[in-house]
């Protein structure tokens, strides 16, 4: 069974600070997705990674692939309280998207 | 281009009732999921139709039942609602399994 934990659970934090929130497996996957989902509402994909090792930044979000494509991590730049929400992150296997854990982000004032 | 929608948004059954989840894409996505999101979890799947016409269980199918009415529409049913189906339900759908999803809003339903 594939299983993406994510850590940290929850973060609570003050605006203007950095972060980086951590998606980890033992398996391998072809493409990794984040998506945010704010309070009442359904998750939004945020970007998809694809190759070992890419990087790729969205204004103040920057998100890495694993070299072995196991594992990614989100570092958020001086965190506002618009990036409020649930992160999840999901990883593409044959035939399936496995969803992590997800993180929990508050960004008080 | 309205997405994926969902009805109802809010819903209220006393245990023993039954009622349908409804879920519409106009995205002409081949794949359509329904996920449970419970407190302090994340989603977990109960059903997918991987293309028109097949449907497959997820992880926690027990006391549900789907139907891919069409490419667009793929329903949910609670046949008998218990007090632990209360959660919010959301229906996503994508090109094929394992492609980018796109979720609805959600159905929060609470079973008394």
């Known amino acids: 069974t594939q299983l993406l934990e994510q850590s940290p659970q929850f973060l609570s934090i003050q605006e203007g600070e950095n972060l980086t929130v951590y998606c980890n497996s033992s398996s391998v996957f072809s493409s990794l997705q984040w998506y945010r989902q704010e309070p009442g509402e ?68 | 281009n309205a997405g994926v929608t969902q009805t109802p948004k809010f819903q209220v059954l006393k245990t023993g009732q039954s009622m349908t989840l409804q879920c519409a894409q ?7 999921y329904w996920y449970r999101q419970d407190p302090g979890m994340g989603l977990r799947l109960i059903y997918y139709s991987a293309s028109e016409g097949t449907t497959d269980k997820g992880e926690v199918p027990n006391g549900y039942n ?41 159905t929060r339903l609470t079973v008394t």
Do not use: W
């Open chain 1, 42 to 109: 359904g998750p939004v994909l945020l970007v998809t990674v694809v190759t070992g090792g890419e990087v790729k930044k969205l204004k103040r979000l920057t998100f890495q692939f694993g070299d072995a494509r196991k594992d990614s991590s989100l570092h958020i730049t001086a965190a506002q309280p618009g990036d409020t929400g649930l992160y999840l992150c999901a990883g593409a296997g044959f035939q399936k998207l496995v969803f992590g854990t997800g993180t929990r982000l508050l960004v008080s004032p």
């Open chain 2, 26 to 32: 106009d995205m002409n996505h081949n794949s359509m």
């Open chain 2, 66 to 106: 789907v139907s891919r009415l069409n490419k667009r529409e793929f329903s949910l049913r609670l046949e008998s609602a218990a007090p632990s189906q209360t959660s919010v339900y959301f229906c996503a759908s994508s090109v094929y399994r394992a492609y980018e999803q796109y979720f609805g809003p959600g």
